[in-house]
């Protein structure tokens, strides 16, 4: 059972060009997080999703980011028009369905913008 | 909703001493409790686990106990070593099944 899959690991943008990170899930898990971190600091929760559904997206900036999981394929984070301080570590957690399950996490995509 | 706060932010132990690091949660209806170790460079990694019913559980070197009544819960580790060092984090799983986070904790082990 492999674990949750990200995709890339490493990122690099001019500023203005488009990120698209790709995130899997472990397999049976329908909940999916992303999360942003800066270096040195903690998670920041950026959107919660459930399959073809966005639960909660209250740490999304409301211009230039989105984010879908669709029915069949991998989670996807997408931002636009990028700029320097989109420059981070985005890592994406999947977890199963219900109330007992533990969220496992990715190795993250290092986002750099140039 | 729920609110997840940790501390400290920042432990030093020597080396063979033992960690604790505390965590407080608002949302009564919580009643699942991981807790995360990320290394330098990568995703944090599950390491111990607790669900409501449970008031401890042990892993080795790892435990983790949980107080019902006062909401809280606390991660321990015993006979530190080099390898604990890492950021720790806490989380509670609230009733709309989302992860809330502790803001982490820098555990340094000193030789």
């Known amino acids: 059972n492999a674990g949750v899959m990200q995709n890339p690991r490493h990122l690099v943008r001019r500023r203005g060009q488009e990120a698209r990170l790709r995130c899997s899930p472990m397999?049976?898990?329908?909940?999916v997080y992303w999360y942003r971190q800066l270096p040195e600091e903690g998670l920041k929760f950026m959107v919660y999703?459930?399959?073809?559904?966005?639960?909660?997206e209250s740490g999304m900036p409301k211009e230039r980011f989105s984010a879908e999981f669709p029915k069949e394929g991998p989670s996807i984070l997408r931002i636009q028009q990028v700029v320097r301080g989109d420059s981070a570590a985005y890592f994406c957690?999947?977890?199963?369905?219900?109330?007992?399950?533990?969220?496992?996490f990715g190795q993250g995509t290092r986002l750099t913008v140039v | 909703g729920e609110n997840v706060e940790q501390h400290p932010s920042t432990l030093s132990v020597q080396e063979g001493d033992s960690a604790v690091i505390k965590c407080t949660y608002s949302?009564?209806?919580?009643?699942?409790f991981p807790w995360y170790k990320q290394e330098l460079g990568k995703g944090p990694q599950l390491i111990i686990d607790?669900?409501?019913n449970v008031g401890e559980k042990k892993d080795q070197r790892i435990a983790v106990t949980l107080n019902k009544t006062a909401k809280h819960f606390s991660l321990h580790i015993t006979e530190t070593q080099p390898e604990d060092s890492a950021v720790y984090f806490c989380?509670?799983?609230?009733?709309?099944?989302?992860?809330?986070w502790g803001a982490g904790t820098k555990l340094i082990i000193k030789p």
């Open positions: 949302d009564s209806a919580s009643n699942y």
């Open positions: 989380a509670a799983k609230d009733s709309n099944y989302q992860l809330i």
């Open positions: 999703l459930q399959k073809e559904n966005i639960i909660d």
């Open positions: 607790i669900r409501s």
């Open positions: 397999k049976g898990h329908s909940h």
């Open positions: 957690a999947s977890s199963p369905p219900g109330q007992g399950g533990g969220a496992f």
